[in-house]
């Protein structure tokens, strides 16, 4: 009768398929759980001697204040996961996760594709929230739970806090802290990845450290994630730091805060997929945008400031910037070229800098310290762009082209605006005002020196008519001079002739006629 009876309570707990050890010091706990179960202070902490499977339509509830320690083994979620702690009575899951170069390890938490979605009108499904998850990796493979207002503590590289493979989880109000140190040089770090599927990720703090690895707070391999209202507080890195790397999909990249600490390259686009980067603001950014070949991006109404550079756009990309203020980059506010429209972009050491084709128009210019435009060997069309003033030499002046340097190209900015752009982001008050430069005095010119060499050989045989040579001798004046008074003379001479001969005549006539009287 007694070995009937164990038989029975072992048969009840392989159909339970829990298995816990209670002892002074917590629970022991692994295999799979068939029926509803629920972790309470008093078990605490749990710890897992095998991988844990929740298993379809079976729900595991944990209270606040339990300690699940997971060692190197899995939480495996097929049914529902409630883990909802308190502000002041968190839950904490802890693990073990190792990292040698060769191998990775890690203790993550699953959700499978069958497990329970969230649902925000019946406040039920999967959901993780108020929790301490310490180098804890949570994977979500076609699933949707809620993760909610937890700390994630991550050091190890390689391996990423949270990775989405589909589904439509939402990842809210979260604090995600990942000091990485002494990686080994082009092992990539993540933060959050996204690799298929339309999550939610709102509301997050992204701190992270990272040190000899290229890292992303978030990256995108593909899927349509929102991501919005996020905050990316960039820290010391000796390789390349970005907030969001896009490398595949369409997310939707909204409201967010970058603060880059002079580190950080916000976001980062290497796909050939449209998507819009929408009121976000660039804060002392390495580079606030960089789109390479190949992006077709849409940047509207954002801000970038006090960076060293506001956007990169690589040629052979198709990038579309509108409506943003880019203002007091220490570098250039805008590298590259694209549709160039109602934007203000002031302050910047360089306003537009290589824009190798497109079209500027409509911007405020204004106040950049070394050029408005910096030309590239093509010809830019920038007309009808507010540059402070209206005097043409000052404009002219802030522009270097082919006027400076004929291997390069001709920036056209006349006609201009009169007045700043209306369609524009309005110009800050720090911008300084533009001052007309005075118009230059002209220089007096030298009267010409004109020396005459007295030859020395041959004098000049002219070919001339002798009228010619004599008139280039004496002046003209003299000349009809000359030849009037000779005409008086010899008319002179002619009526004297002939007074003379009369008189002759007559004298001779007379006396032939006194020979005849006598």
């Given at each position: 009768m007694k070995r009937l009876a164990c038989i029975i309570l072992i048969t009840a707990v392989l159909v339970s398929g829990l298995f816990f050890v209670k002892t002074i010091s917590g629970t022991t706990v692994?295999?799979?759980?068939?029926?509803?179960?629920?972790?309470?202070?008093?078990?605490?902490?749990?710890?897992?001697?095998?991988?844990?499977?929740?298993?379809?339509?079976?729900?595991?509830?944990?209270?606040?204040?339990?300690?699940?320690?997971?060692?190197?083994?899995?939480?495996?979620?097929?049914?529902?996961?409630v883990a909802v702690g308190s502000v002041d009575n968190e839950i904490t899951f802890t693990a073990i996760a190792i990292y040698n170069y060769t191998i990775s390890v890690s203790a993550p938490i699953s959700f499978g594709p069958t497990s329970t979605a969230w649902n925000d009108a019946t406040n039920s499904g999967s959901i993780i929230q108020n929790a301490n998850l310490n180098q804890i990796e949570l994977?979500?493979?076609?699933?949707?739970?809620?993760?909610?207002?937890?700390?994630?503590s991550f050091q190890v590289s390689y391996i990423a806090p949270i990775s989405i493979s589909g589904g439509s989880p939402t990842i809210s109000d979260n604090t995600i802290t990942y000091n990485v140190q002494g990686s080994s040089s082009g092992i990539n770090v993540?933060?959050?990845?996204?690799?298929?599927?339309?999550?939610?990720?709102?509301?997050?703090?992204?701190?992270c450290n990272y040190y000899s690895s290229p890292s992303n707070d978030i990256k995108v391999s593909a899927g349509s994630p929102t991501i919005s209202n996020n905050v990316f507080a960039g820290a010391y890195s000796?390789?390349?730091?970005?907030?969001?790397?896009?490398?595949?999909?369409?997310?939707?990249?909204s409201n967010n805060q970058f603060e880059g600490k002079s580190y950080l390259n916000a976001i980062v686009d290497t796909s050939s997929s449209p998507f819009?980067?929408?009121?976000?603001?660039?804060?002392?950014?390495?580079?606030?945008?960089?789109?390479?070949?190949?992006s077709i991006l849409t940047v509207v109404n954002n801000s970038f400031l006090e960076g060293t550079d506001g956007i990169y756009i690589a040629p052979e990309s198709s990038v579309?910037?509108?409506?943003?203020?880019?203002?007091?980059?220490?570098?250039f506010g805008i590298i590259g070229g694209g549709n160039i429209n109602s934007n203000t972009i002031t302050n910047n050491q360089v306003g537009i800098h290589n824009p190798p084709s497109g079209i500027i128009t409509n911007n405020n210019i204004v106040g950049n310290t070394l050029n408005s435009i910096d030309s590239t060997t093509a010809n830019?069309?920038?007309?009808?762009?507010?540059?402070?003033t209206t005097d043409t030499q000052t404009i002219n002046q802030t522009i270097y082209d082919s006027k400076v340097d004929s291997k390069l190209g001709t920036v056209s900015f006349v006609p201009f605006l009169t007045q700043p752009s209306s369609s524009a982001p309005a110009i800050p008050d720090t911008t300084p005002i533009i001052t007309p430069m005075p118009t230059p005095l002209a220089t007096p010119q030298p009267t010409e020196t004109v020396t005459i060499t007295t030859p020395t050989s041959t004098p000049i045989q002219y070919s001339q008519t002798f009228i010619y040579q004599v008139g280039s001798i004496?002046?003209?004046?003299?000349?009809?001079?000359?030849?009037?008074?000779?005409?008086?003379?010899?008319?002179?001479?002619?009526?004297l002739g002939y007074g003379v001969k009369r008189s002759i005549s007559k004298f001779t006539s007379n006396k032939v006629n006194s020979n005849d009287k006598g």
């Open positions: 692994d295999g799979t759980l068939y029926v509803d179960t629920h972790w309470t202070i008093a078990d605490s902490p749990v710890t897992f001697n095998g991988t844990v499977m929740v298993s379809n339509n079976v729900t595991l509830t944990i209270d606040p204040g339990v300690t699940v320690n997971l060692g190197v083994y899995r939480l495996f979620v097929s049914g529902t996961l994977q979500m493979s076609n699933a949707s739970p809620k993760i909610d207002s937890c700390t994630f993540n933060s959050v990845v996204v690799y298929f599927g339309n999550p939610l990720v709102t509301n997050n703090n992204f701190e000796s390789s390349n730091n970005n907030g969001i790397n896009v490398n595949s999909g369409t997310p939707v990249i819009i980067i929408s009121n976000n603001l660039f804060s002392n950014c390495l580079s606030g945008i960089t789109a390479q070949a190949g579309t910037v509108t409506d943003n203020l880019i203002n007091h980059n220490s570098r830019v069309d920038a007309e009808n762009n507010w540059w402070g004496f002046n003209i004046n003299t000349i009809v001079l000359v030849i009037v008074v000779v005409l008086v003379l010899a008319w002179v001479v002619v009526i």
